[in-house]
């Protein structure tokens, strides 16, 4: 299952354990190798009420230590119920607590005008991210789980979303104290065409250009200090019409390195590709639809040649 433009898109059911071995696979012997799942709080009645998690029963892909879990707490409330969702983050971190690396509150606030499967269209959002954090650090601490980190992410914004960042701010000191990173989910030559490798306006060049305004221009303006680590909380390249696997073995190999060469410098602590593997079925008649491409597996879970990239990415980059 996967977000797409205009909602959840689903494909074949998962295979539990064709996916921990890919998973395994990855790892190799990586001491930390971290899973992110999704679960999110809606309305009863809602029309996403009977898919809330993605994937399944995701506690199963997780261990203690080697392979703990990054898990985001989506708010999906069209009634706009920030109590509501505060008493879900402490329920979904009290269910999953020795699984935990770290604790996502809300996914894409800042996306206001995206689809519903995302949460910056509902009412009452920022309000439920400023006040999920603390309420989620508080949760954590009372359980004595205080190494696992609490943050948010974002979609860069550019344009008329920037405000985005004053309207968090309000969320005081009790809100920024709480902060241990702040995600940026990012796709640069997905959505918007970047030009030829070593062009000005190139694929490395525009990661670069996104990760230095963010640390320089959005998280100041929010106040947040540089001290706080950021994270890539989603990042990837669909094959699909137009678009090779090849191709997207490249670029996943030129952004990991890209950030990872400029970790240090803008304090980046965190990669997570998305995704593990396609919603759709190969010439299911989708082919035109980006959405559901983004794995590294096919949806029958072959293989593409990003697989194999990703994984030498991780031995050699990895902890």
Not at 68 to 77: A, E, F, G, K, T
Not at 121 to 144: D, H, I, K, M, W
Not at 199 to 209: K, R
Not at 298 to 316: G, H, V
């Amino acid at each position: 299952m996967a977000g797409g433009e205009h909602g959840l898109l689903a494909g074949p059911p998962d295979d539990p354990e064709r996916a921990g071995a890919a998973l395994a696979e990855l790892q190799g012997g990586a001491t930390r190798f971290i899973v992110r799942c999704y679960d999110s709080f809606q309305d009863p009645g809602s029309p996403l009420w009977s898919l809330p998690c993605a994937p399944e029963e995701f506690g199963r892909y997780a261990t203690p230590g080697a392979r703990p879990m990054d898990l985001v707490l989506q708010y999906r409330s069209a009634a706009g119920n920030v109590p509501g969702y505060l008493e879900f983050v402490r329920n979904r971190i009290g269910r999953y607590a020795p699984l935990l690396y770290s604790v996502q509150i809300t996914e894409e606030a800042s996306f206001t005008g995206g689809p519903e499967v995302i949460d910056g269209p509902y009412p009452n959002v920022c309000a439920a991210l400023t006040e999920g954090v603390q309420t989620a650090r508080e949760c954590l601490f009372s359980l004595g789980l205080r190494d696992v980190k609490v943050g948010f992410n974002s979609t860069p914004t550019f344009g008329p979303s920037a405000d985005f960042w004053t309207r968090i701010a309000t969320g005081g000191r009790g809100f920024i104290g709480a902060l241990d990173y702040v995600g940026l989910d990012f796709f640069p030559d997905v959505f918007r065409r970047v030009a030829a490798d070593g062009q000005p306006g190139d694929l490395a060049s525009s990661v670069v250009g996104v990760l230095e305004t963010m640390r320089s221009v959005w998280l100041p303006s929010a106040g947040i200090s540089d001290r706080v680590p950021m994270h890539i909380t989603e990042h990837g390249w669909p094959t699909s019409s137009g678009r090779s696997s090849n191709r997207q073995a490249k670029v996943i190999d030129r952004v990991v390195r890209t950030v990872h060469a400029n970790s240090e410098r803008l304090n980046v602590d965190s990669y997570s590709l998305f995704a593990l593997r396609d919603v759709a079925l190969p010439n299911s008649g989708n082919e035109k639809d980006v959405f559901h491409f983004f794995g590294i597996l096919t949806a029958d879970y072959e293989r593409k040649p990003a697989f194999e990239t990703y994984r030498k990415l991780i031995q050699e980059l990895g902890c």
